[in-house]
């Protein structure tokens, strides 16, 4: 997955947290998507100033990803066993 500079053309770019809230992802596909972001971040040394947002935000989003599908917000998340 390699997401656009900033600046690009393509700049509609989500943060960690829009991840974790968007409504169209099931809470597994979020935290695939999430954890395979922080891997590219930390893996190619890009510099979070850049990008608007660190490994710490995503781990933050992984987090509330599972706390929502853990409270029933994301009740068919957990009737599947996403996370």
Do not use: C, W, Y
């Amino acid at each position: 997955m390699n997401f656009p500079p900033p600046g690009s053309e393509a700049g509609a770019r989500s943060t960690p947290l829009e991840i974790a809230r968007h409504e169209l992802f099931t809470a597994r596909e979020k935290i695939e998507l999430l954890r395979r972001l922080k891997a590219e971040i930390t893996a190619e040394h890009v510099d979070p100033k850049a990008l608007g947002f660190d490994a710490e935000d995503i781990d933050k989003a992984i987090e509330e990803v599972k706390s929502a599908a853990g409270s029933g917000q994301d009740a068919e998340a957990v009737r599947r066993g996403d996370f």
